[in-house]
């Protein structure tokens, strides 16, 4: 294949990291960036960053891409998507890929010629690729249950603070979708595929849908169960964790780098390395985009992930409006 030809839509804080993972590639052309703020654009220039300046995505990709790189606001990857996928251009899509379900079923509808690619970031992360290994080689026995606490140290509605999702979740989404689908698809990621949900959620705000604090409990196709807990709380450590039939482990990061705990009991505990990929980060998601494109490679979330993800997040908020057990 001869060299790709790359545009990078929205360069905001993640646009600008995958634009840089672009122009750091000799195997490929950046044709162009996107933005809808000029200041981006500026930053663009001050950094030398290739290709030309575009205020209008379809300009961008009236310019004959192979692929694309949608880091805007959530509403409108929608839109994006299906118009460059109807140009032929494959898709890098950052998490959440939609604001409904719905939107999310068209969107891999339109895909399905095209390599996908959709920041997922928890399965990008070598320790939960590790982590992920060991679970399904079996290697504590049975995985019995799994769990994730995510607090955000965001404040309350109440406060007159809140995730910028929570103050515009007509252009972000719910918190829950916006900054959470990837805690809820690592559930997926880890224990199978969720097969009921049942959750509950709380606001201080005034719109009882807008949730700040949510719990849930889901079963997995392989009987396990999992548990997510994800909230406004400041003080309070991130935490993913297992617990199989002969040790529960969990993802860690110590001053010699990302490793895995295993805990058999109190008194004891081992530390498992984990392997060092070659790349990371924004780099590591470039990478495995191009692989994808060049070579049929099955990166670490495609449009499908992004999809399973909307739909665990879609009947963890039903579930708890309802407080009926979703099916899936």
Not at 205 to 232: C, K, Q, R, W
Not at 240 to 259: L, N, R, T
Request: charged share 25%; glycine share 10%.
């Amino acid at each position: 294949m001869d060299t790709l030809r790359f545009g990078v839509i929205g360069v905001g804080s993640r646009g600008m990291g995958n634009v840089r993972g672009v122009h750091r590639r000799q195997d490929v052309e950046l044709v162009g960036v996107c933005d809808i703020n000029p200041e981006r654009l500026k930053l663009c220039d001050e950094e030398g960053i290739a290709g030309r300046r575009f205020k209008d995505y379809k300009e961008l990709l009236a310019e004959g891409l192979d692929a694309v790189c949608i880091n805007t606001d959530n509403n409108v990857h929608t839109e994006q998507t299906i118009a460059a996928a109807q140009m032929g251009c494959h898709v890098y899509c950052e998490k959440p890929i939609a604001l409904t379900v719905e939107d999310a079923e068209a969107m891999v509808e339109a895909c399905k010629d095209v390599s996908t690619v959709v920041n997922l970031s928890m399965r990008r992360s070598p320790a939960h690729r590790h982590l992920r290994d060991l679970v399904g080689q079996g290697a504590w026995g049975k995985l019995l249950c799994l769990g994730a606490a995510h607090p955000k140290p965001s404040g309350l509605l109440c406060q007159g603070k809140g995730h910028k999702a929570t103050r515009a979740p007509e252009v972000w989404g719910p918190i829950l979708m916006h900054d959470g689908v990837h805690i809820c698809e690592w559930l997926r990621f880890i224990g199978g595929e969720v097969e009921t949900v049942f959750a509950r959620s709380l606001t201080t705000g005034d719109d009882p849908d807008n949730e700040e604090m949510i719990s849930a409990v889901t079963t997995h196709e392989g009987g396990a169960m999992g548990t997510l807990s994800y909230m406004a709380m400041p003080f309070m450590d991130k935490r993913q964790y297992v617990i199989c039939e002969g040790a529960s482990a969990w993802p860690s990061q110590d001053e010699e780098g990302p490793c895995i705990m295993v805990s058999r009991s109190k008194d004891d505990q081992e530390r498992v390395a984990v392997p060092e990929p070659e790349l990371s980060g924004d780099d590591l998601a470039m990478d495995e985009f191009i692989r994808a494109i060049r070579e049929g490679y099955q990166p670490y979330a495609t449009m499908e992930d992004g999809l399973a993800g909307q739909r665990i997040v879609d009947a963890i908020r039903r579930s708890a409006r309802s407080g009926e057990v979703v099916h899936l």
